[in-house]
């Protein structure tokens, strides 16, 4: 099993959950802004799930209907990102959303999405 972080990482990129990786399977992508996991290297530890303030990771065995498609892009973008350390000096960007905002985004495109059980 792995984890997958979803759209809700899109544009927010907090870094919290890549800080408490064990073993550092976290990525930094520019397009779309995000951070996502590369599936070879994760671990299930579950560490990262309660430290993500928006929600965004899921283990993949619980990732609702509606972000599918995330389970792809995490192992594409992977590959194609910064690998990210959880000594970095990253932060997340300025203009990131609050659990709130992204609940209210995904409520107006008429979607109830669960939130994370080990969240």
């Known amino acids: 099993m792995t984890h997958i972080v979803t759209e809700r990482c899109v544009d927010c990129r907090y870094i919290d959950c890549a800080r408490v990786c064990p073993v ?3 990525y930094l992508v520019e397009n779309p802004a995000m951070l996502v996991i590369n599936p070879d290297e994760c671990i299930d530890c579950k560490a990262c799930i309660p430290e993500c303030p928006v929600h965004a990771i899921w283990p993949d065995d619980e990732l609702p209907e509606i972000y599918n498609e995330w389970l792809e892009k995490n192992a594409d973008l992977a590959g194609k990102g910064e690998q990210v350390t959880s000594d970095t000096g990253l932060e997340k960007l300025p203009d990131a959303l609050t659990l709130e905002q992204v609940q209210e985004r995904e409520r107006s495109r008429g979607w109830e999405v ?5 969240a």
């Open 24 to 26: 550092d399977c976290f």
């Open 114 to 118: 669960p939130e994370p059980s080990d």
